[in-house]
């Protein structure tokens, strides 16, 4: 079964420290891997995409890496500010299955002053 | 450009009853998909719809059924509500040529 674990389940950090996210998936082959940002009672909205050929990708103070070849993914994010609280949901479109979109759960990111 | 809305935003409904929800797509995208959110399974695909057709469907019951017009916006209707179907319900679209989505601020439906 196609999953898409993310670790930690949840992060607390303090403003202006960094940190990493985890994706691990099993979805292959796949087309593409995206990170998303979600703020509380909001959307998700779109950080980076990769393809498979791509390593990195980066979104200002968004890094995101991916090795193919182990099948794991990174969210770094630089220079936290409190404005980076919320979850941050690891997302990849499965190639072999119509591009469907397989879900992590995210990771809930609380930058604390 | 504006980005995509939904109405309501809060909604709150008893067991039994029917709930339509509504998203405009970004003005030029004919795709528009939608999601149930709940905090122990994440994002979960409901149906998506493109040109007035469903193109693809998620493993939700029948209860859950949703249309496009041509103008491409969609709605989505729940009926016979149950207390699990209590969830954010977030509708995307998407431009031709790509798979990113653009999200709405979703509707927050509370059955009672």
């Known amino acids: 079964k196609n999953q898409v674990e993310q670790s930690p389940q949840s992060l607390i950090i303090l403003e202006g420290k960094n940190c990493t996210l985890q994706?691990?998936?099993?979805?292959?082959?796949?087309?593409?891997l995206r990170w998303y940002k979600q703020d509380t009672g909001r959307g998700p909205v779109s950080l980076t995409i990769?393809?498979?050929s791509e390593n990195t990708k980066s979104n200002g103070r968004y890094t995101a890496t991916l090795d193919a070849d182990t099948k794991q993914s990174s969210l770094h994010i630089t220079a936290s500010q409190l404005s980076d609280s919320a979850s941050y949901i690891c997302?990849?479109?499965?190639?072999?299955?119509?591009?469907?979109?397989?879900w992590g759960l995210g990771t809930s990111l609380a930058v604390n002053p | 450009k504006a980005g995509v809305t939904q109405t309501p935003r809060y909604l709150i409904k008893t067991r039994g009853q029917q709930v339509t929800l509504s998203c405009s797509p970004i003005?030029?995208?004919?795709?528009v998909s939608w999601y149930q959110q709940t905090p122990g399974q994440g994002l979960q695909f409901l149906f998506e719809?493109?040109?007035?057709?469903?193109?693809n469907k998620g493993n939700f019951p029948g209860r859950f059924s949703g249309r496009q017009f041509s103008n491409s916006r969609s709605e989505m209707n729940v009926s016979t509500l149950e207390l699990g179907d209590s969830a954010l319900y977030l509708c995307?679209?998407?431009?031709?040529?790509?798979?990113?989505?653009?999200f709405g601020p979703g509707t927050r439906l509370t059955v009672l």
């Open positions: 995307a679209s998407t431009p031709g040529g790509t798979d990113t989505q653009y």
């Open positions: 003005s030029g995208h004919r795709s």
């Open positions: 719809y493109f040109s007035e057709t469903q193109r």
């Open positions: 994706c691990n998936y099993t979805v292959s082959p796949f087309s593409n």
């Open positions: 990769m393809t498979f």
């Open positions: 997302v990849v479109s499965d190639a072999g299955n119509n591009r469907k979109l397989i």
